[in-house]
């Protein structure tokens, strides 16, 4: 792995396959996202020679499989899907960490805004506490999301994600 942390969309196009249906499926059942919905319609529908509003009327499924199998992923729907997956089949994961760092939560979403960079000694102490309940591939996946989120925050993560 290089010393940064890769763009969104190569973190998406690194995903299993299944990750990436799973991170779409959440992602087009949100119902907080639908100017990124709207953006993903017209991209399918770019795609696949169809009006949007013919992609709008499609099973969440068949969404999914679509922009599952998107080339050419712009980054900012790629952070938001990285994001869904998390929300949507990540997290017990999140909470764990979130916990072992005594950060205050409401089932993995953090309640008040962080200031400052996390200490260094207590993202470790969270990286531990994934390394032996969590796969290696997914602590590192979550990791490099919250630096593409927040790097000024989470930038202690960067050499802990490399070591997985």
């Known amino acids: 792995m290089t010393t940064e942390t890769p763009s969104p969309a190569l973190l998406w196009k690194g995903m299993a396959e299944e990750q990436r249906l799973q991170a779409a499926a959440a992602f087009w059942r ?4 639908a100017d990124q919905q709207i953006e993903a319609m017209v991209l ?8 949007p509003k013919y992609i709008a009327t499609l099973p969440v499924e068949k969404k999914a499989k679509h922009l599952a199998h998107y080339v050419g992923m712009p980054d900012v729907l790629a952070a938001r899907l990285l994001v869904s997956y998390h929300l949507g089949h990540q997290r017990p994961m999140m ?3 979130l916990d ?11 309640n008040d805004e ?3 960079a996390v200490a260094d000694d207590k993202l470790k102490l969270g990286a531990e506490a994934l390394a032996s309940a969590y796969p ?7 990791f ?9 925050t989470w930038g202690g993560l960067a050499s802990l994600s490399r070591d997985k």
Do not use: M
């Not at 949100?30 to 996202?33: K, L, M, Q, T, V």
């Not at 529908?45 to 009006?51: F, G, I, P, T, V």
């Open 136 to 142: 290696a591939d997914a602590v590192r996946l979550y």
């Open 114 to 116: 962080l200031s400052g």
């Open 30 to 33: 949100e119902s907080d996202n």
């Open 95 to 97: 909470v764990a960490f």
């Open 144 to 152: 490099e999301t919250l630096l593409l989120q927040d790097p000024d």
């Open 44 to 51: 399918l529908a770019q795609k696949l020679k169809a009006r």
């Open 100 to 110: 072992a760092l005594g950060i205050v939560h409401d089932n993995g979403l953090i």
